[in-house]
């Protein structure tokens, strides 16, 4: 028998913020978009025990927006955002999440090797750099594919850090930031920041 998902207000204002400020085309393509079964969910639950309910709450809503194939065609929607306003992100699907936890099979440490000893400022002292990538949940890749920002739940922080912190890497400078301490904080990030990644000028470069 699956858990159930507790219900999270903070997502039904966040949803209709987005909703309220995604263009038309957005919406009808939103619209063919629909939830991750009961065995997705619990499939991404037993992969990350510590998933946040909101997470799995909105993924019961929209198995993703990124690129995503559903019966009645491929959706491709910026549900998302960081605090970095110029790029909105997609919400990863569940396979998405798990196929990327397969494939983020180095740390940090390992990719930087001695350019962290040169500079410290690439990743944020809250975020443990030697765990494996794959370790933290990987739920949005921005508007560029991935190639320049992604987001993760980060569940295995540094002793300063806090578990379940959302962290944002950024490319060239590559950067690693905490920018919340939960995903329920995270959303209200976005509320708070009325929606800047929803600008219209983010959609003219579609």
């Known amino acids: 028998m699956s858990t ?9 204002t966040y949803l209709a913020g ?9 919406l009808d393509a939103l619209a063919l978009a629909s939830g991750a079964s009961d065995e997705q969910l619990g499939q991404l639950r037993q992969a990350y025990p510590l998933c946040p309910d ?5 993924l019961a809503i929209y198995n993703g927006t990124y690129h995503q194939q559903y019966a009645g065609g491929k959706v491709s929607v910026y549900l998302l955002g960081s605090d970095s306003y110029e790029y909105p992100y997609y919400l990863s699907s569940v396979g998405q999440m798990l196929a990327d936890q397969q494939s983020r099979q180095r740390s940090i440490a390992e990719i930087y090797g001695h350019h962290l000893d040169q500079d410290p400022g690439i990743v944020d002292a809250r975020i443990d750099a030697t765990i494996r990538q794959g370790q933290r949940l990987c739920f949005s890749h921005c508007m560029n594919n991935g190639g320049s920002s992604v987001l993760y739940v980060d569940f295995n922080p540094s002793a300063s850090g806090k578990v379940g912190q959302v962290v944002r890497f950024m490319h060239d400078p590559d950067n690693y930031q ?23 000028e983010n959609f003219d470069v579609e």
Do not use: C, W
Request: aromatic share 8%; charged share 20%; hydrophobic share 50%.
């Open 18 to 26: 987005v909703h309220a400020r995604l263009p038309q085309e957005s």
């Open 178 to 200: 905490v920018i919340a301490d939960s995903f329920d904080a995270y959303l209200q990030l976005l509320i708070d920041g009325d929606y800047g990644f929803l600008a219209e």
């Open 4 to 12: 159930p998902i507790n219900k999270s207000a903070m997502l039904d």
């Open 54 to 58: 909101t997470l799995l709450q909105l």
